[in-house]
Structures are given as C-alpha cells and as structure tokens.
C-alpha cells in the first residue's frame, strides 16, 4: 500500500512538473505583454509587472495591421479546417470499411508522408500554386494547408470510424435504413466528436503556420498573423519585446479559447483516432 502511494504521488509530481513546464512559455509570455519598458530592460526581471501597463498593446496595434491580418489567419484557417473534414470524412469511412490491400498502401503512404520536411515540399507547391495563378493569394493558402493536414486528419477519422461497431450499421440496414440514412443517423451522431477534433486540429494548425504563408504570400494585406508577428524584430535581429509579446498573447487566444470550449470531444477524438486504428 505504502509502495502504491508513493508511486501514485510519484506521478501526480511528475504530471505538475510537466504541466508548469508547459504552461511556463505562456505564463512569461503574458508577464512581459504587461511590463513597461524599464522592466523589459533590467537587468533581474520580475515575475509578475510591477507597474502593468496596456501600452505594448497600444503600440502593436499601432505599428502593424494585426486585426486585418488576424482575419486573414481566420479565414484561412476555417476554410482549410472545413475542407479537410469534408475531405476527409468519406474517405476515412470507405478506407476503414473497406480493408483492401489498397486502403492498407494508401494508410501506410499518409504515414510516410509526415516525415517529409516542409523545405521539400515548398518548390513543387510554388510551382504549381503558380500554375493555378494562386500565388499571393488566400485560396491558394487554404489549397496548401488542406493538402497539408489533410493526411493526419484522415488517419485520424480512419481510426474514429473503426471506434464505431460496424454491427450497429448492420443492425439499421436490416430493418430497412438506407446507406444515406445509416450514415446521417446512426453513424453521424457516433462520429461527430471525432469530426470535431479533427477540425480543430485543422483549424490550430492553419492559424499557428508560418513557413507556407511567408513564402507564398508577398502583399502587406493578406499577410496571416504568424508572418505579422516577424515585423516586430528588427534587420538586426533585435526584436521589439513589450509589443512583441502583446501580439502574440493575442495570437495564441484564439487557440486556447476553442481548445477550452471543446477539449472533452478532443479528448475523445483524439483518443479514438490514435489508439483504436
């Protein structure tokens, strides 16, 4: 007994140990979005502002266009969230359905594809972002995260579907539902947290991303909020803190706002996506 609880205290030590170190990063994050000047520069920084003050946000409002550019992060993040679950919910259906030798190539292909760099990846893009004339442009933004979350939102939802007991489809279709029908009423519901998380890693992925849309976008207006963020550092490389952090406290919001919303059916998905397939 003596044995289990140490172990038992054991990890909930190591658990608080990780959780302060996750949420450190944060934490300091928001503590230097509200310190003055004379605190960002002395030489022993304190760990809560001594005199707190909205002026870095002032002044990263003032000096860059987060607002325009925070639209544009959202809608290309919605869209690209949107496209990849409708994308990716029939074909995780007729792949977990269906396990024939080609639904096995193709699940092992989606795999393999994430261990490709993002530097690889980037010239046959461009080239054919401007085949399409989609070059500086949201649409073709949007093109690009789909195909990019697009693999691990499938493997996802493969998993998800094969949470759901294929009797219970059986069972609607003997007392005469159609295909449509037992998809809208008997599958739909059981996925629907699946589907939900899937989203929302689309969606955080699309908001957080940088690298595809400093490459891809040149206009100051349709710039996204991550590429916004790099106009506070200086050619030097010196980076103007206080209004630094004020912008990407406001960027890293949106993010933990929806997470908070709905982190039991990510939990779930996430569960059932990465355990049962």
Do not use: C
Not at 53 to 69: C, I, K, M, S, V
Not at 162 to 181: I, M, N, Q, S
Request: charge should be positive; proline fraction near 7%.
């Amino acid at each position: 007994m003596r044995t289990s609880a140490a172990a038992r205290a054991g990890q909930y030590a190591a658990l608080l140990a990780y959780l302060v170190f996750l949420a450190f990063p944060f934490l300091w994050l928001v503590s230097t979005a509200f310190k003055p000047p004379a605190e960002l520069a002395a030489l022993h920084p304190t760990w809560i502002p001594r005199d707190p003050t909205l002026a870095n946000f002032r002044q990263a409002f003032g000096e860059q266009p987060l607002l325009r550019a925070a639209l544009n992060s959202l809608l290309a993040a919605l869209a690209a969230a949107v496209v990849a679950v409708v994308v990716a919910t029939p074909t995780a259906y007729v792949t977990a359905r269906h396990r024939t030798a080609l639904a096995k190539a193709a699940a092992g292909w989606v795999v393999v594809s994430q261990a490709f760099p993002f530097v690889l990846l980037i010239v046959p893009l461009f080239l054919v972002l401007k085949n399409l004339r989609l070059i500086d442009s949201l649409p073709g933004l949007v093109l690009v995260y789909v195909v990019w979350t697009l693999p691990f939102a499938l493997w996802m939802l493969t998993g998800y579907v094969r949470a759901v007991p294929a009797e219970l489809e059986e069972a609607a279709a003997v007392d005469g539902a159609g295909r449509l029908r037992i998809l809208l009423s008997v599958t739909g519901p059981l996925l629907a947290p699946g589907i939900v998380a899937t989203a929302l890693f689309a969606f955080v992925t699309a908001w957080n991303e940088f690298f595809f849309a400093l490459v891809l976008l040149k206009s100051p207006e349709k710039q996204t909020l991550p590429v916004i963020l790099t106009h506070f550092i200086g050619a030097e490389g010196v980076a103007d803190l206080g209004p630094l952090a004020a912008a990407a406290f406001l960027a890293t919001l949106p993010s933990l706002v929806v997470f908070a919303i709905i982190q039991r059916r990510i939990t779930g998905g996430m569960l059932a996506g990465a355990v049962k397939s």
